[in-house]
């Protein structure tokens, strides 16, 4: 299910899912953070991929538990890609969330929905001049194509009803609300700026209003 953002103001909870799977996992990061994860995969979510929630500190007795939704980028959260913040937003978001409880939604929608290999190929148009959405569009996508219903349904099968979101991205906060899930704050990740991956928060902060203060760029 889709919900359009803006057209309407009324909540639209979706079909629940319930939990399949809960496992224990230790995590460690390239700098040595450690941590430990209750991670749980789901039944009956919306668009039938395979994404994770992971439970990180006192999370289950959290008032406003914090959270956040971090779309998968191959690139940036394994492999260390410069070209986006992607990593370092993952284990800031580790380390906070931990230190506060609360849940980390791990969503397989690389490339703001539209696949790793298209990801890469608006790369390719990104070395030509063009901006990310601009890219995007180019390919024949949606400028972000990310719908965050399943993220809404596995808070609701966790019994999470409110939160604390950890996002600069206000489409998050809009959709997540209008899904059922409450968002009591909206709380800024750090700004990750490199002289590689300048002119892409430029874009974000530019485009779609992504609370970033650049000031200082690399």
């Known amino acids: ?15 629940a899912a ?14 040595g953070y450690r941590t430990t994860a209750e991670v749980f995969t789901f039944i009956g979510l919306a668009d039938g991929r395979e994404h994770l929630a992971l439970g990180l500190g006192d999370w289950r007795n959290a008032t ?18 410069q070209r986006c913040d992607c990593g370092p937003q993952l284990r800031e978001a580790a380390e906070r969330i931990t230190e506060a409880g609360g849940v ?9 929905g539209i696949g790793l290999y298209a990801k890469l190929d608006a790369y390719a148009l990104q070395d030509t001049g063009l901006d990310t959405y601009q890219a995007n569009l180019a390919l024949g996508h949606g ?50 700026l490199s002289a590689a991956n300048a002119r892409y928060l430029a874009a974000k902060r ?13």
């Open 1 to 15: 299910m889709t919900v359009t953002i803006g057209r309407s103001t009324a909540r639209v909870r979706p079909p």
């Open 18 to 31: 319930r939990i399949r799977t809960r496992v224990t996992v230790p995590l460690e990061f390239p700098d």
């Open 64 to 81: 406003d538990p914090l959270v956040r939704p971090h779309s998968e980028c191959l690139t940036g959260d394994v492999f260390g890609s």
């Open 104 to 112: 980390l939604l791990y969503l397989r929608q690389e490339g703001r």
């Open 143 to 192: 400028e972000d194509e990310r719908d965050y219903t399943a993220a809404a349904q596995m808070l609701q099968a966790l019994g999470v009803e409110r939160i604390r979101l950890l996002s600069n991205n206000p489409d998050k906060a809009g959709q997540l609300d209008t899904l059922g899930v409450e968002v009591t704050e909206q709380v800024r990740t750090g700004v990750h």
């Open 206 to 218: 530019d485009h779609t209003a992504h609370t970033l203060d650049l000031t200082g760029a690399a």
